[in-house]
């Protein structure tokens, strides 16, 4: 069979480490020189370029596959980012994974792999099925592989022994069929990214105001007086919200305020790319007015802070706070005012780890902005208490009616192209009533009532043996959760593990005791259908649905499209299902029809969609209408956390490299850290390291204390000195998951606790 011989990797040579801090503005000829890098490296000049000017543009463009930051209204003709490009010529790499590939390696084999050489090996081609007597993949045809997943959906003791996971790439359309099948199965068992990134903002901003979104638009982020960037590295994980920064800077003396353990680059100055004359002539924008740097945790601190020098501001000063906006629109006002007095200076000092001086300054920052937005990301959702911090962020936002007017409200930034989209279109392990009773009427079906199991407890479910068929949409699994060691063998006790995929990563590796691995098509590659070339339609972290259209050949002939898997799969088990798979599959169109009837907010999904950047889902909160418990914007009156480590340890944070989406690792680099070919490693406090006798780059063995008392270890790391507050330290994902205890998970969010882990750091013992 085999042909041409594919080469292991070597790990003999590995390249020199160092890391030197970042002397250069965010963007600018970094990420210019960057793009052309990589262009070289995927050899994609020519159709790297074309895609560039493709890329999130509606007149026929596709929508780039990272994060979820809104297209441009301006027009913008290259409304892309250095990591976008990434992102997509990492997609139209010309290296394949098909049947040779697999013929060459052991899956044992392939165990040793770096996560960076297992995606960089290039795209998967055709459906391969796992053979535990060779240890290696085979192919399988498409229709042999639905009725091995059919058999094994059809011989489980119930629906709710199989679980249906969905990372946030997955289009609106793939996501309802998804959701639509695994109801109609019978199990609301449908984990997706979001239980592990936004599912606290969800849940505050939903108790607070009545929706689990935020409420701007990028019209809000080009009319703001401030704006409070909290736990984001924006330069990497939503490069183009660079753009709305610099120019409000330029065209309105717009103040930034950071709020970050880290200082990131966004936090210092910037050149955008697309601005040719700012880039010619070395000319960066400032964008931060002043950089908080809270101890890890101590986010909510902060926000108290600033709430209560408002109040106290007030009894001087009647306009630092909107009375008559809190008297109309808002629920307990005097509760929240009475926690504001009792809590002390001192106690917040303490919980924040800045001192108040700096917080005064955060908050006349905010008394002087007519208009304000407070956006923010993972550095404020994985922890125990983010619900809290959230809904302390949307009281600060209500004391001055910073919401329901233009520039003005709460953004979290979602982190996935579509992870919004999947929510709203029914990826819900706890859905409601109404949207089943929706679904139900809509699509002839009868959904379970109970609710399913979130990401935590599918991993629980799988290694106690009640979870025993494992499909994952995208993404991967066993790399962007906790407890890896445990994650590993709970996806290993299953009896069936499906990935849908376009590159091979850990997760088809670490696989059940049958698997199958099904390539599917990419963002930028042509759906073509029954009914002509398909468009796919997302949402971003604004609310924004608009179309993706395909601009190039498939890297396979016998890639399928998400929706196609679904149907394939839903009709292989559900023989006589009324749903029509086959006319879904074969027109989108229908199924948005469908969509429409479902969901509140599609109407003429598919005439409204097809208007120049789509159309904006509407945000009742956003029109001062709080479907809450009260009817009205509720404040929060949550006690002030304790954020501190127990003495003598530190609080470490997971974090994501400039170099990296997600699980995908494209380098050892961490271009705005000035790491080079290094990710084993924590970057810590000096006096931290002094105290525990480290020198820069030592090895250390780093052990996390989890809530049960159960501990667990990663030796032969290396630490790195940086600028981060003490108590706190950061190693990366998914190396550092390891660390994150399964067990240890919000009360409040269901979250795990990805960035609260507390930990101790030891010399590593000589090998
Ligand atoms: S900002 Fe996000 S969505 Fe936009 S090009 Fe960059 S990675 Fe893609």
Request: charge should be neutral; glycine fraction near 8%.
């Amino acid at each position: 069979m085999p042909k041409k011989k594919t080469p292991t990797p070597k790990s003999s040579n590995k390249p020199k480490f160092s890391q030197n801090d970042y002397k250069h503005p965010a963007a600018a000829w970094g990420a210019a020189f960057s793009v052309g890098r990589v262009l070289l490296e995927q050899r994609e000049i020519v159709e790297g370029v074309e895609a560039v000017f493709k890329m999130n543009h509606e007149d026929g463009g596709f929508d780039c596959p990272g994060c979820a930051w809104p297209d441009d209204r301006k027009g913008l003709k290259m409304d892309i980012c250095e990591n976008g490009i990434k992102h997509v010529t990492w997609e139209m790499t010309k290296k394949r994974v098909g049947r040779e590939f697999f013929f060459e390696h052991t899956v044992t084999e392939l165990l040793e792999w770096s996560d960076f050489q297992l995606e960089d090996a290039g795209r998967l081609t055709e459906p391969m099925v796992y053979n535990p007597n060779t240890d290696k993949y085979d192919p399988i045809n498409w229709e042999d592989a639905f009725s091995l997943i059919a058999k094994h959906l059809k011989a489980l003791p119930s629906a709710d022994a199989a679980s249906f996971y969905t990372s946030g790439r997955l289009s609106n359309e793939a996501t309802f069929l998804y959701q639509l099948f695994a109801r109609e199965f019978g199990t609301n068992n449908l984990p997706d990214c979001s239980n592990m990134c936004h599912e606290a903002s969800g849940r505050a901003l939903m108790a607070s105001i009545g929706t689990g979104k935020g409420t701007c638009d990028l019209n809000d982020w080009q009319n703001t007086d401030a704006i409070f960037v909290m736990g984001v590295n924006v330069a990497t994980n939503a490069p183009r919200m660079l753009t709305a920064l610099g120019d409000g800077v330029k065209e309105r003396n717009m103040k930034i305020v950071h709020i970050n353990p880290l200082i990131e680059v966004a936090a210092t100055d910037a050149i955008t790319p697309h601005e040719i004359m700012d880039m010619l002539l070395f000319r960066s924008t400032k964008t931060s007015s002043l950089n908080l740097q809270p101890r890890i945790g101590g986010d909510m601190a902060i926000m108290r802070g600033i709430a209560k020098y408002l109040l106290e501001l007030a009894e001087t000063d009647v306009a630092a706070i909107d009375k008559a906006f809190i008297d109309k629109y808002t629920a307990g006002f005097e509760s929240y005012r009475d926690v504001c007095k009792s809590t002390s200076w001192d106690e917040i000092e303490r919980q924040a780890g800045v001192p108040r001086e700096e917080i005064f300054k955060a908050a006349a920052i905010y008394r002087s902005a007519p208009r304000c937005i407070i956006s923010w990301c993972l550095g404020v959702t994985q922890h125990e208490f983010a619900v809290d911090t959230i809904r302390e962020i949307t009281n600060v936002l209500l004391l001055r009616a910073n919401i329901g007017r233009e520039g003005a409200g709460p953004c979290p930034i979602r982190g996935h192209s579509n992870v919004q989209g999947n929510r709203t279109c029914g990826i819900d392990h706890r859905p409601s009533e109404d949207w089943l009773a929706r679904l139900d009427s809509a699509c002839g079906i009868r959904s379970p009532r109970e609710h399913g199991l979130d990401t935590v407890q599918t991993i629980e479910a799988m290694y106690k043996g009640d979870v025993g068929v494992f499909i994952g949409m995208g993404g991967n699994f066993a790399s962007a959760t906790p407890d890896t060691e445990y994650t590993f063998e709970a996806l290993r006790r299953c009896g069936l593990t499906v990935h849908i995929s376009t590159k091979l990563n850990r997760s088809h590796v670490v696989h059940g005791k049958e698997a199958l691995i099904l390539p599917c098509l990419g963002r930028t590659e042509f759906d073509q259908q029954s009914a002509g070339q398909q468009q796919i339609t997302v949402e971003d972290s604004m609310s924004m649905v608009h179309l993706s259209k395909g601009m190039r050949a498939p890297a396979s002939s016998s890639l399928k499209s998400e929706c196609a898997i679904v149907s394939g799969i839903a009709r292989a088990t559900l023989p006589e299902s009324k749903t029509p798979w086959e006319k879904y599959t074969g027109n989108y169109d229908s199924i948005r029809d469908k969509m429409a009837e479902a969901l509140v907010g599609f109407e003429n999904f598919n005439r409204r969609v097809r208007q120049p950047l789509g159309f904006r889902l509407a945000q009742p909160a956003r029109e001062l209408i709080f479907h809450t418990d009260t009817g009205r914007a509720n404040f929060s009156c949550a006690p002030l956390h304790d954020a501190l480590p127990p003495p003598g340890k530190l609080m470490m944070c997971t974090l994501r490299s400039h170099d990296q989406f997600n699980t995908t690792v494209y380098s050892g680099n961490d271009r705005y850290r000035g790491v080079k070919n290094l990710r084993t490693l924590l970057f810590m406090n000096e006096e931290d390291m002094q105290e525990r006798n480290l020198k820069q780059f030592d090895f250390i063995d780093i052990t996390s204390f989890a809530k049960d008392g159960t501990e667990r270890t990663i030796k032969q790391f290396r630490v790195v000195k940086y600028n981060i507050p003490r108590g706190s330290a950061a190693g990366y994902m998914p190396e550092c998951n390891a660390l994150c205890p399964i067990g240890d998970y919000s009360a409040q969010s269901d979250q795990p606790l990805m960035k609260q882990v507390v930990i101790d750091v030891k010399p590593s013992q000589a090998t």
